[in-house]
Nanobody, 115 residues
Framework: QVQLVESGGGLVQPGGSLRLSCAAS????????MGWYRQGPGKQRELVAR???????NYVDSVKGRFTISRDNAKNTAYLQMNSLKPEDTAVYYC?????????WGQGTQVTVSS
């Protein structure tokens, strides 16, 4: 049984930081491309960042220089370090594990940036 469990969300003031974690089980973690997506109120789900099995990384332009994605294959965990948070970063953040044809999602964790 595959599980992706996100944690680390919460309420933070503008300019603050949060670190999201995605703990995976039931998959050969090192084979998978790991990604973080988000869905804000009234918006479509969008890619935030992804890290390939070989270490290549992509970020959406709006988070470049503020967010850092990483992975620890020994712990089967992916991370998203989010700094300099803005109100527009408010969303439910989802973890994704992809290795064609397998595509798995976590349940999401809420991030709210507000004063």
């Amino acid at each position: 049984q595959v599980q992706l469990v996100e944690s680390g969300g919460g309420l933070v003031q503008p300019g603050g930081s949060l670190r999201l974690s995605c703990a995976a089980s039931g998959i050969i973690f090192s084979n998978y491309r790991m990604g973080w997506y988000r869905q804000g109120p009234g918006k479509q789900r969008e890619l935030v960042a992804r890290i390939y099995s070989g270490g290549d990384i992509n970020y959406v332009d709006s988070v470049k220089g503020r967010f850092t994605i990483s992975r620890d294959n020994a712990k089967n965990t992916a991370y998203l370090q989010m700094n300099s948070l803005k109100p527009e970063d408010t969303a439910v953040y989802y973890c994704n594990a992809f290795w064609r044809p397998y595509d798995y999602w976590g349940q999401g964790t809420q991030v709210t940036v507000s004063s």
